[in-house]
Each structure stands twice: as C-alpha cells, then as structure tokens.
C-alpha cells in the first residue's frame, strides 16, 4: 500500500480533511486565487504485467480525462521528468474552469493524477507553484499492518 508525500510551498494549505472522501486537496492562501490543487494515487501495482507507460500515453490519459467535459479547448500538452518518474500533462479551458491542467504521473508501476482548477485564470506565481508541487510529488509504502 501507497500514500502520497506531497511537498507544499510556504503559501499553500492542505484542506483534505475539508473533503475526506476526496483527494488530497490544497489551496494557495491569496484572496485573489480561486484555484484548488488536487492529488490522488490512482492505480498501485501489484503484480502482472509492468505498465511501464511512455509519456505520450500519459498525456493521452490526462486528455482522455478533460475530454469527458463539454466544451473543452485543449491549450498545451507536455511531458517531462518529475522526482516520481514521469509526467504528461493537458492544459485546457473548461465551460465552467478558464483554467484546468492534468497531470498523470507514473515511475514505470504506479499511478498519480493531479488536477488544478480555477474559474478565473490564475496568477503565473500560482500556476508556477502549482506545477512545482506536482512534479515533487512522490510515494511511500506503508508497511502492511500499519
């Protein structure tokens, strides 16, 4: 078993205990942000085939994830390193978000999705510290009976 290890910035808060049936989900405290960042494993390996996916399938993932909304217009997609693996993101305008970016990250096993939403486009410090969070996102294993 998995948990997250998530690294945030002297300006963020964690509200996850505000939504604990939800992800993980962190705000930017500044009156002018109306963003939340949100963060879950979403597939742990245990056994079988690798998945092992090349980053162009993680960006397809992130897109097959904001396709399932009406009105999408896909602004960028990007793959990179992250201290988990590899990321592939979307960046998309929503009917209800001017902003939504995707992240699925993966080391080759496992599976992490991170999503920043914002009904008004955020501020480049947001965005910037946003994107930072998410690629130092890592796993820890929890040592079964705990």
């Known amino acids: 078993m998995l948990r997250l290890v998530v690294e945030l910035p002297p300006s963020w808060v964690d509200l996850s205990s505000e939504n604990a049936d939800g992800p ?5 405290e500044d009156p002018e942000s109306t963003g939340a960042l949100q963060i879950s494993i979403q597939a742990e390996y245990h056994g079988g085939t690798i998945p092992n996916p090349i ?3 993680l960006v397809s993932y992130a897109e097959g994830i904001v ?43 496992d599976f ?3 999503s920043h939403t914002s009904v008004d486009e955020p501020s480049e410090a947001e965005v910037n510290e946003a994107s930072w969070v998410v690629k130092n996102i890592s796993l820890q294993a929890i040592p079964v009976g705990l």
Do not use: D
């Open 55 to 57: 980053p162009e399938q």
């Open 67 to 109: 396709n399932k909304n009406a009105h999408v217009q896909i602004r960028g997609r990007s793959t990179g390193k992250c201290k988990m693996g590899t990321y592939g993101t979307v960046l998309a305008s929503l009917l209800r978000h001017s902003w939504c970016q995707i992240w699925v990250l993966s080391n080759g096993n």
């Open 112 to 114: 992490v999705l991170a």
């Open 24 to 28: 993980s989900t962190f705000i930017k």
